[in-house]
Nanobody, 116 residues
Framework: QVQLVESGGGVVQAGGSLRLSCAAS????????MGWFRQAPGKERELVAR???????NYADSVKGRFTISMDNAKKTVHLQMNSLKPEDTSVYYC??????????WGQGTQVTVSS
């Protein structure tokens, strides 16, 4: 199994920045993808950004140019640098890891609140 521990959420004013981090532990050797999803109240969970072990990335259109995902492959740690934050970025952000042998794994979530 894979355990994910997130850090870095908080409250920030619009236009500000936050950096989220997620560290994987346990059976991490089969992790192929890591990423971040978010879920606002009353809405479905959506992909924010994802990165594979080769460094390939993809982003939601709403965050392109503002958010940057990176991964320390050796440590199986993923970061999400969020700049130019908007009130609509307010959500609970969940770290995700997909392992070839055990499928999807989720962190407990961290709240990001952007005030206008």
């Amino acid at each position: 199994q894979v355990q994910l521990v997130e850090s870095g959420g908080g409250v920030v004013q619009a236009g500000g920045s936050l950096r989220l981090s997620c560290a994987a532990s346990g059976s991490t050797f089969n992790i192929a993808l890591m990423g971040w999803f978010r879920q606002a109240p009353g809405k479905e969970r959506e992909l924010v950004a994802r990165i594979d072990v080769s460094g390939g990335t993809n982003y939601a259109d709403s965050v392109k140019g503002r958010f940057t995902i990176s991964m320390d492959n050796a440590k199986k740690t993923v970061h999400l640098q969020m700049n130019s934050l908007k009130p609509e970025d307010t959500s609970v952000y969940y770290c995700n890891a997909w392992a070839t042998t055990s499928g999807n794994h989720w962190g407990q979530g961290t709240q990001v609140t952007v005030s206008s």
